[in-house]
């Protein structure tokens, strides 16, 4: 007699799976990782799902000759302004994805994929 395959253990399987990847997903939600350029003038930081989350900046990378006549209202202007893009342009991105993949996987949401 053949052995059949069981679905249910396949089932079982498949939701093991799934469960782990969206355990996995929450995990690189969680981690943040920053990168700095000019010595650490300019820093962002960044989800471990490549989500942007903040940008500082530092009065030297504004005016490196005299940092100390930069007002940190100006800072904060300039930080929230690049916040603004860097995250309108992740969401772009994003959306971009989601629709190409929408197309692949014939708008079948598959969890981890995107």
């Known amino acids: 007699m053949m052995k059949g395959f069981n679905i249910q253990q396949m089932m079982k399987q498949a939701q093991q799976m799934q469960k782990k990847m969206e355990d996995a997903q929450e995990e ?3 981690i943040q990782v920053t990168g700095e350029s ?10 471990g799902k ?8 530092k009065p030297e990378a ?3 000759d005299n940092p100390e006549s930069v ?3 100006t ?9 603004g893009a860097l995250k309108d342009a992740n969401q772009k991105v994003s959306g971009l ?4 993949m929408g197309s692949v996987t014939g708008g079948m949401n598959i969890p981890g994929l995107f």
Do not use: H, Q, R, Y
């Open 28 to 30: 690189l939600k969680n």
């Open 38 to 47: 000019g010595g650490g003038v300019i820093s962002v930081v960044f989800n």
């Open 50 to 57: 490549n989500e942007f989350l903040s940008i500082k900046i």
């Open 62 to 64: 504004i005016n490196p």
């Open 71 to 73: 007002d940190t209202d």
């Open 75 to 83: 800072i904060e202007m300039l930080e929230d302004l690049l916040t």
């Open 97 to 100: 994805i989601e629709a190409k």
